[in-house]
Structure formats: C-alpha cells, structure tokens
Nanobody, 116 residues
Framework: QVQLVESGGGLVQAGGSLELSCAAS????????MGWYRQAPGKQRELVAT???????NYGDSVKGRFTVSGDYFKNTVSLLMTNLKPEDTAVYYC??????????WGQGTQVTVSS
C-alpha cells in the first residue's frame, strides 16, 4: 500500500497564496496520476487538480486560473500552488495517487482555511 503524506496547509487571508505538497512512499514505480481533492463541511469531496504521468493536467472549474498543480513522476511527489485564495476554498485538502488499476491511495488530509 502506497502511503501519502501531505504538508503545507494552514490559515491565510483572502487573496493570499499557499502551497501544498504531497510525497508518496512505498511505490514501486512512478505514478499514473497524482493530485488533490477537497471536502468542505457538509459538502461532497470534489476535484481540485490532477496531473498524469505525461504531464496532462485537469482542474476543477472553481480553481481554474488560480491554482497550479505540478508533479515529479520519478520522485512520486505532487504540489499545488494556490493563489488568489477565497473563503470558499476553505476545506480539507486530500492528496490522491494512482499507480495502476488496483492501486490508489489517499492522504489523511490537510486543512486550508481562508479568512475574509
């Protein structure tokens, strides 16, 4: 089982920036896909951004133009640079990784709070 460890969450004012990082351990090879999802209180978990091994990226509509995902296939790491943060970005952010059809992992989550 691949384990994911997130870092970088915290409290930031609206309009500010924050960067999240995630590192995988226990993977035998580079990722198929890594990225981030988030869950706000009372809401379903939603896509934030993912990156594939071929550097193709996918973003949730609410973060396009403000967030940037990057990844290192060989190191099995993924980062999320969040700019122009809004109070509605407040959520627990989860790192996600996929290494094959039956190999997916989730991190424990890191809290991001944006104050108005």
């Amino acid at each position: 089982q691949v384990q994911l460890v997130e870092s970088g969450g915290g409290l930031v004012q609206a309009g500010g920036s924050l960067e999240l990082s995630c590192a995988a351990s226990g993977a035998a090879f580079g990722f198929v896909r890594m990225g981030w999802y988030r869950q706000a209180p009372g809401k379903q978990r939603e896509l934030v951004a993912t990156i594939d091994s071929g550097d193709s990226t996918n973003y949730g509509d609410s973060v396009k133009g403000r967030f940037t995902v990057s990844g290192d296939y060989f190191k099995n790491t993924v980062s999320l640079l969040m700019t122009n943060l809004k109070p509605e970005d407040t959520a627990v952010y989860y790192c996600y990784g996929k290494w094959g059809p039956w190999s997916e992992s989730w991190g424990q989550g890191t809290q991001v709070t944006v104050s108005s």
